[in-house]
Each structure stands twice: as structure tokens, then as C-alpha cells.
């Protein structure tokens, strides 16, 4: 039972690079989520999704996109990589949103951009 | 506006002490709160849920309306404690979580 996958586990980016940090998770839920953690500050929500086909912006979504194409994966994109998306990241998924239904995690992708 | 504080960056304390990690919200409506914890190297995990008022590891957090407080505690730490933890406010429709900004927990020997 895997829960919550997340591929990279690091990766080095130059500016103005783009690439996708995967996440895919086979507990069937139906809400996912993409976090940022920078240094010192808490989770910064990014984008989420509450289905298949579904998506919107959270508190910091400039600079990325996502999709949802099925209900296991959930692409956070990088179009042109900037220095101040050095962070990172973390995917989530949770069944549905009652309060009794925590967000399950993943382990995080360490992203630099130089 | 929807806001999650947590004052203390650092809490240290000897091996029997109590804990008292902080948090405070901020949120118009009925709120959802929750503790996680990050031990080292592991995932960000759920500790505590208000609704559920349970207690896990010996850990229980009490939510105050007047005081716009999520306090956790505990009676003795030990060790095993030592890790980050967030305290987090909910969204009843779409599941969102905001998160404070953490607390680590460093327990001494």
C-alpha cells in the first residue's frame, strides 16, 4: 500500500528551465493537493483538486499548472523555472473533504533552481 | 481572513516536562482544526483532529472558541516526541488546509 507518491525526490533546475514533479496515489480519493514548504514557513497550499477534470489555484499559484486527468495522478508543472520556487513540495490526497478524513502525504520533492 | 499562528519556532524542554505548543486561528465561521507532525524523516502525518477529541500519544488539544486557540498538550514528554508539528485550519467544502508556520519540538534527555 504505497498511499501517497511523489517522483523526483530531488532535482537541480537552472532558471528558466521547466519540468513536472509527479504525484500519484491509489487510495481512490478523490481530493489532492500541492504544497510548498519554504524555509521557516509553514505549507503554502498551490493548487488542488477536489475530482478528475477539476482544478483550482490556492494561495501561491503563480508560476505553476496542474491537471487532472485521472483520479490517481496529479502533475504539478514548472514552465520557466525561477530562483524563488527553491522549495519544497508536497503532495496530498484525501478522501473527501469532512473533517474526520485527514490529508494523506507524501514524502516531498527537494527542488533547487540555480 | 483565514490565518493560522503559530508564535514559537522552537520549543525545548527536558525529558517529563509538559508540552504546550501554541496555536491560534483566525476564521469566520465554525472552524476544523488539526495537528500534524513531521518526525525526523518521515512523512507529515495527522496527530490530532478537534472533532474527534481523542487523545494520541498521550498528546490532546482543546478548541477554544473565545480565545481563538488550538493549543496542544502534553502531560510528560519524551524523546520520541521530538519532531515538527503543524497546526492546521480546514475548509468544510473543498478540504483545504492552512497551515501555521510549525513549531519544532526538541525533548532533552
Known sequence: NAGVTQTPKFRILKIGQSMTLQCAQD?????????????????????????????????????????????????????????????????ASRLGHYSNQPQHFGDGTRLSIL | AQRVTQPEKLLSVFKGAPVELKCNYSYSGSPELFWYVQYSRQRLQLLLR?????????????????????????????????????????????GKLIFGQGTTLQVKP
Open chain 2, 50 to 94: 478537534h472533532i474527534s477529541r481523542e487523545s494520541i500519544k498521550g498528546f490532546t488539544a482543546d478548541l477554544n472558541k473565545g480565545e481563538t486557540s488550538f493549543h496542544l498538550k502534553k502531560p510528560f514528554a519524551q524523546e520520541e516526541d521530538s519532531a515538527m508539528y503543524y497546526c492546521a485550519l480546514g475548509s468544510s467544502n473543498t
Open chain 1, 27 to 91: 487510495m481512490n480519493h478523490n481530493y489532492m493537493y500541492w504544497y510548498r514548504q519554504d524555509p521557516g514557513m509553514g505549507l503554502k497550499l498551490i493548487y488542488y483538486s477536489v475530482g478528475a477534470g477539476i482544478t483550482d489555484k490556492g494561495e501561491v499559484p503563480n508560476g505553476y499548472n496542474v491537471s487532472r486527468s485521472t483520479t490517481e495522478d496529479f502533475p504539478l508543472r514548472l514552465e520557466l523555472a525561477a530562483p524563488s520556487q527553491t522549495s519544497v513540495y508536497f503532495c
